[in-house]
């Protein structure tokens, strides 16, 4: 079965820091990753998404995240945090193949941003 | 273009009392879900829709029911309600032609007294 964890519950980062926020997922087949951000009271955005091709894939609002085979890993990066990225990030994997219908999602990571 | 409405945006309920959350698209998608989020969990899958006519169930559908009214609306109903199914709910659609992806409304908090 699919499974994603996302190792941290809470990171705190000062507005101007890098950020990476880490995803390991287990899916014996090429996985479809993706990392949705939800801000407090609202519904999930999608940030970025991979499937094929470069393992770096670049998203919204300046995030770009890695995906690294040989790690079972997604991890989510920005070089430079702002306070309006304060928010609930969400690591996501479906089937690649076969035509599955569903995404398993991790617990989440909530984003402190201090000034 | 709405995209993903869920209806209500808040709802009281009593212990045993039934209430139906209702969900719409105008993305033409085929796909749709319904999730559950609770604090530490992250989303958990209650029941999707393939296409109109069908559904199956997720990780978590014991206490609901769902409806594919037709290709646009796709609604949960639970016929009585429990404090455990205190939640928010959200209902999303899946692109089938842009790699599973999935597209989320802004969600129905639910509180069972």
């Known amino acids: 079965a699919q499974s994603v964890t996302q190792p941290d519950i809470h990171i705190t980062v000062s507005e101007g820091a890098s950020l990476e926020l880490r995803c390991n997922y287990s899916?014996?087949?090429?996985?479809?990753l993706f990392w949705y951000v939800q801000s407090p009271g609202q519904g999930l955005q999608l940030l970025l998404k991979?499937?094929?091709?470069?393992?770096l894939v670049q998203g919204i609002k300046g995030f770009e995240a890695e995906f690294k085979r040989s790690q079972s890993s997604f991890n989510l990066r920005k070089p430079s945090v702002h306070w309006s990225d304060a928010a609930e990030y969400f690591c996501?994997?479906?089937?690649?193949?076969?035509?599955?219908?569903?995404?398993?999602f991790g617990k989440g990571t909530k984003l402190t941003v201090n000034p | 273009n709405a995209g993903v409405t869920q209806t209500p945006k808040f709802q009281v309920l009593k212990t045993g009392q039934s209430m139906t959350l209702q969900c719409a698209q105008d993305?033409?998608?085929?796909?749709m879900y319904w999730y559950r989020q609770d604090p530490g969990m992250g989303l958990r899958l209650i029941y999707y829709?393939?296409?109109?006519?069908?559904?199956d169930k997720g990780e978590v559908p014991n206490g609901y029911n769902v409806s594919r009214l037709n290709k646009r609306e796709f609604s949960l109903r639970l016929e009585s309600a429990a404090p455990s199914q205190t939640s928010v709910y959200f209902c999303?659609?899946?692109?089938?032609?842009?790699?599973?992806?999935?597209?989320f409304g802004p969600g129905t908090r639910l509180l069972v007294l």
């Open positions: 999303a659609t899946r692109d089938r032609y842009s790699q599973e992806t999935q597209y």
């Open positions: 899916y014996g087949a090429t996985p479809y």
């Open positions: 991979y499937f094929s091709g470069d393992t």
């Open positions: 996501a994997v479906g089937e690649a193949q076969g035509g599955s219908e569903k995404l398993v």
């Open positions: 993305m033409n998608h085929n796909s």
């Open positions: 829709s393939a296409s109109e006519g069908t559904t």
